[in-house]
């Protein structure tokens, strides 16, 4: 089965591609390369450098490279961004997505699986399932909704079975392929690079939250981990579309990922308390017992100390990241 990847040359993308070539599946890549890397993407792997705003060229391409499978990463990815610049996310993030789902729709395409994100829902002190409130605080998290809400009628009304799969923060790398975001705004990425002396030290947005530190508590999902539920989707979608929040279902605060860090790197790494950052929730963290029970998926790396450790191993092999 060949499996359009967009967004294949970036963090997340990348690593499911290359995961799907290991499964035996056939992969095209279509990125614009804005924010992903020629290097990301793996070798066996069709290259299509585009940009899905062009979506008249979608149905042709899909027909000719004999596409089965979608799976759509590519979009603007930063929560900030977006209350800065807000038709990034509810234009083009929806726009190209919109784009993406007419020509799957045309061409007749029945599988589909999007890369959603907790950011759809309201903040809780508790694990975060599928019925909680859906309540974004974003434009980047509204426009994820309002492509879910386009999925569900798509199923509706022309039987296109799809995933959206809410992502909490993807972290840790896989063999040759790592977080390189420029500029980097996630937290072990940033931490690492403290190690790597490319930063000074690391600022912590508050320390002053109702978590057993006072710093936020966030949870981190090792990206192979990731990359495994959207097989485990991909094979289960002929029973019928879902969405699923994904997880490691485990909270690590900001301090604890900092002192983690030290342990793996042997480096001190300075940090800096700051005042809290508008709009961080204390507490983020998944329930995947749907996705545990409907699959029988479950993270085979759910420590922390393993996840930094990949990250780390990556970073210092890297230390200009996918650059030469
Ligand atoms: N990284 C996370 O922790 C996280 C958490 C929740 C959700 N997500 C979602 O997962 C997806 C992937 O995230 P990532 O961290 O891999 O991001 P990334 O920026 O590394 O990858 C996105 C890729 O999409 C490409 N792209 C962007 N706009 C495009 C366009 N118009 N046409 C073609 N290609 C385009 C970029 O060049 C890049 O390679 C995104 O949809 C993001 O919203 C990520």
Request: charged letters at 25%.
């Amino acid at each position: 089965m060949r499996v359009l990847v967009t967004g294949g040359a970036g963090y997340i993308g990348s690593v499911v591609s290359a995961r799907l070539l290991e499964r035996g599946y056939d992969v095209t890549v279509l990125d614009n390369l804005t924010a992903g890397h020629r290097r990301a993407i793996p070798a066996g792997a069709r290259f299509v450098h585009a940009d899905l705003a062009e979506g008249a060229m979608l149905p042709h391409l899909l027909d000719e490279e004999r596409v089965e499978a979608v799976m759509h990463f590519a979009a603007n990815i930063k929560v900030g961004e977006s209350m800065r610049m807000p038709m990034r996310y509810l234009g083009d993030n929806v726009r190209n997505a919109l784009n993406l789902l007419d020509a799957v729709t045309t061409v007749g395409l029945k599988r589909f699986i999007f890369s959603s994100t907790a950011a759809l829902f309201a903040p809780s002190d508790s694990p975060i399932g599928e019925g909680d409130t859906i309540e974004p605080a974003s434009p980047y998290g509204e426009s994820k909704l309002m492509i879910e809400q386009a999925l569900r009628w798509l199923d509706a009304t022309t039987g296109l079975r799809y995933a959206a799969l809410r992502y909490f923060n993807a972290a840790g790398a896989w063999g040759n392929l790592g977080e390189d975001h420029r500029p980097e705004s996630h937290l072990i990425p940033v931490v690492l690079k403290v190690a790597l002396g490319e930063n000074g030290k690391v600022g912590i947005f508050g320390d002053d939250y109702p978590t057993s530190d006072g710093t936020c508590v966030r949870d981190y999902i090792h990206v192979v981990d990731l990359a495994d539920a959207h097989i485990a989707c991909l094979g289960a979608l002929e029973q019928g579309s879902r969405a699923y929040n994904l997880g490691n279902g485990r909270g690590f605060s900001v301090m604890e990922v900092v002192e983690v860090a030290r342990r793996v790197t042997g480096h001190p790494i300075e940090a800096e308390v700051l005042p809290r950052r508008p709009g961080d929730s204390p507490w983020l963290v998944a329930d995947s017992s749907r996705i545990r029970e409907e699959l029988g998926w479950s993270p085979q790396m759910p420590d922390l100390e393993t996840i930094v450790a990949t990250a780390w191993e990556w970073h210092r092999q890297h230390p200009r990241g996918y650059e030469e």
